[in-house]
């Protein structure tokens, strides 16, 4: 009995671990599969943030980082350009505001999650336009996008990141 639950537990160790569950590497560039950074709070204090791209986490599908104002701006003149004034709106009022009245501070990054085989129209199409789609989205409502209807394209989520006081690399709270 014993070793049936050991065998068990192997051969469930042994499919988690597996190649094709891992990211795979690209045949033309790089891929980031781990980052380890250390912020620096406005109290002066620094906080190690582990935060893994690969296959299962939260951030898998991280297709940009955002990390400054000007970064916010970019991308909220980009969603503005593909998906209307409120989408673009949406991504400052997600970087100008801590997700919780009680957080200690705003976010010091924003994820932008879109699959990395996305197709994302970015050249000049008024019939892009797809107004009040775009809100803050939590780590555990990005399920539900997965099942949007074919016919209408893709908002890639925003979500905010580091501006909890408890911090948990693998979910943003």
């Not at 949406?90 to 999650?113: E, G, H």
Request: charged residues 20%.
């Amino acid at each position: 009995m014993i070793k049936t639950k050991l065998a068990t537990a192997m051969l469930a160790f042994g499919l988690l671990s597996a190649p094709s569950l891992a990211l795979e590497p690209l045949p033309d560039r790089a891929r980031v599969q781990h980052m380890n950074t250390d912020l620096l709070l406005p109290d002066g204090s620094t906080l190690n943030v582990d935060v893994s791209f690969d296959c299962g986490s939260d951030y898998q599908n991280t297709a940009v980082m955002v990390m400054s104002d000007s970064g916010a701006k970019l991308i909220a003149a980009a969603y503005t350009h593909l998906y209307g004034e409120a989408a673009g709106q949406a991504v400052m009022d997600t970087w100008q505001t801590k997700q919780n009245a009680s957080d200690p501070r705003k976010p010091t990054y924003l994820f932008i999650l879109a699959p990395r085989e996305q197709d994302i129209n970015w050249k000049p199409n008024k019939a892009n336009k797809l107004n009040n789609l775009l809100s803050r989205v939590s780590i555990s409502e990005t399920n539900s996008l997965d099942q949007a209807s074919e016919t209408k394209p893709q908002i890639p989520v925003v979500l905010a990141g580091c501006g909890v006081r408890n911090h948990n690399s693998q979910q943003v709270q």
